[in-house]
């Protein structure tokens, strides 16, 4: 014990008594621990091949639940094209991505589903871990408001220029974005998107992708929805 007091009386000295008590804390954890596993090394081993199975299900299920949903997603998109006569639809989801050397998460956007009008072409893949970082100004205007409608995707260009960017390879003239939410989130977004001179009508439009959006929010949060209710 004398040893132990002359080591914290001398890191107490030159870094401070509270960096001395959180030192002596994590290495009490850590020989805890090392303790813990010398001792119990059965149960150490099965707690963790426990967690790796039920992360290898978790993994399993989600993956079953995308591919059974994914088709009627496309289904819904593709129906709001057909109601709106818009040239394009897609879904965007958030994802973590990797994180910075401090450990701050990089929050991504990602196309996960995409429906088109005759003659149009995909551009879904182009979308794929987009940093909102980069349009993060415009994220918050969407989350505001639920919604957000360009009338004219040119009129945009100086107030938010990575959207304008983002879209106008697309040959998208006009677009309506209306956010999916999860059960105590924001999961994301859909955007529809005419090519057409004549832009849309909100008034008219914005109904449908509405609708389109809390049928798909619908899909992707059943599961957490019924664990809510019970």
């Not at 009627?72 to 050397?101: C, D, P, Q, V, Y």
Request: aromatic share 12%; with cysteine.
């Amino acid at each position: 014990m004398g040893t132990v007091y002359q080591f914290f009386k001398h890191i107490a000295t030159n870094y401070g008594t509270t960096f001395a008590v959180l030192f002596l804390l994590i290495v009490a954890i850590l020989f805890g621990v090392y303790f813990l596993i010398k001792t119990f090394p059965d149960v150490i081993r099965s707690y963790v091949e426990n967690k790796i199975l039920n992360s290898k299900d978790e993994h399993r299920k989600g993956t079953i639940k995308r591919k059974s949903i994914s088709p009627a997603i496309t289904k819904i998109l593709s129906s709001l094209i057909m109601e709106s006569n818009g040239s394009r639809a897609l879904l965007f989801e958030f994802s973590n991505g990797n994180s910075n050397l401090a450990g701050l998460p990089f929050l991504c956007i990602n196309a996960t589903s995409e429906s088109l009008s005759i003659g149009t072409s995909s551009v879904g893949h182009l979308y794929q871990r987009v940093n909102i970082s980069l349009f993060a100004d415009f994220i918050l205007e969407l989350e505001d408001n639920n919604y957000f409608f360009i009338e004219d995707m040119d009129n945009i260009k100086i107030e938010y220029p990575f959207i304008h960017s983002l879209f106008k390879p697309a040959d998208i003239k006009s677009a309506i974005f209306f956010s999916i939410y999860g059960v105590n989130e924001k999961l994301g977004f859909i955007m529809l998107g005419s090519d057409k001179e004549v832009t849309f009508n909100k008034d008219e439009v914005l109904p449908l992708v509405v609708e389109a959006a809390q049928k798909i929010s619908a899909l992707l949060n059943w599961d957490n929805l019924e664990e809510t209710i019970k």
